[in-house]
């Protein structure tokens, strides 16, 4: 089982930028995919971005293309998500996810392990 630990949620304008970072242990990530889900108030879970470890392969959401980054340290074992020209839209509370296999990268029933949440709030 993997354990994953989110960071770098905050406070910050519309038009700034922010990083956070994913912290996984328990075991390698060389196969899998990682994933950033995103949760508003009253709202669904929505998929954000996703990377495949070994490939480096990247997906994003319509909403965020262009303006987040997502990328990896394979020596911290760490992903992040660079977030930039933020947008009060954008405010949630932000998740990572592993899956074990490679499923549908969009789809949050197909990531096996969750972190618990960091808060994003963009001020307008």
């Known amino acids: 089982q993997v354990q994953l630990v989110e960071s770098g949620g905050g406070l910050v304008q519309a038009g700034g930028s922010l990083r956070l970072s994913c912290a996984a242990s328990g075991r390698t990530l060389s196969n899998s995919r990682m994933g950033w889900f995103r949760q508003a108030p009253g709202k669904e879970r929505e998929f954000v971005a996703a990377?495949?470890?070994?490939?480096?392969?990247?997906y994003y959401s319509d909403s965020v293309k262009g303006r987040f980054t997502i990328s990896r340290d394979n020596a911290k074992n760490t992903v992040y998500l660079q977030m930039n020209s933020l947008k009060p839209e954008d405010t949630a509370v932000y998740y990572c996810?592993?899956?074990?296999?490679?499923?549908?990268?969009?789809?949050?029933?197909?990531?096996?392990?969750w972190g618990q949440g960091t808060q994003l709030t963009v001020s307008s």
């Open positions: 996810a592993v899956q074990s296999k490679y499923r549908v990268a969009v789809n949050p029933s197909g990531y096996d392990s």
């Open positions: 990377i495949t470890w070994s490939t480096d392969t990247t």
